[in-house]
């Protein structure tokens, strides 16, 4: 039987907010658009990347150290949208987020 692990990245949060209200709400919108299982590590706390509720209790503050996790067909375009969000202090959205 063939395993694939999942894939993840850690990101650093540059935003004076951290995942607060406009960052997350964007963070969840572009989440959405995949079909893959998402998930945000703040040490040893996980929320569903899809949940605004969830990320916004991680309370995830400027400077601070993320893992973001996905797994499914579309896990890497995911990342790779996510982690230009991030590192763009969230003024980088994917065309398709409906703002």
């Known amino acids: ?44 706390k996980k929320a569903n990347a899809k949940a605004i509720l969830k990320l916004i209790l991680l309370n995830v503050c400027e400077n601070d150290q993320i893992t973001i996790n996905a797994d499914g067909p579309d896990e890497e375009e995911a990342l790779n949208d996510l982690k230009v969000l991030v590192e763009s202090d969230f003024t980088t959205v994917n065309t398709k987020v409906q703002i």
């Open 1 to 44: 039987m063939y395993y694939k692990a999942m894939k993840s990245i850690v990101l650093t949060v540059k935003n004076e907010t951290g995942l607060h209200s406009r960052p997350a709400d964007l963070f969840v919108r572009t989440s959405k658009l995949y079909e893959s299982t998402i998930e945000v590590c703040k040490g040893e």
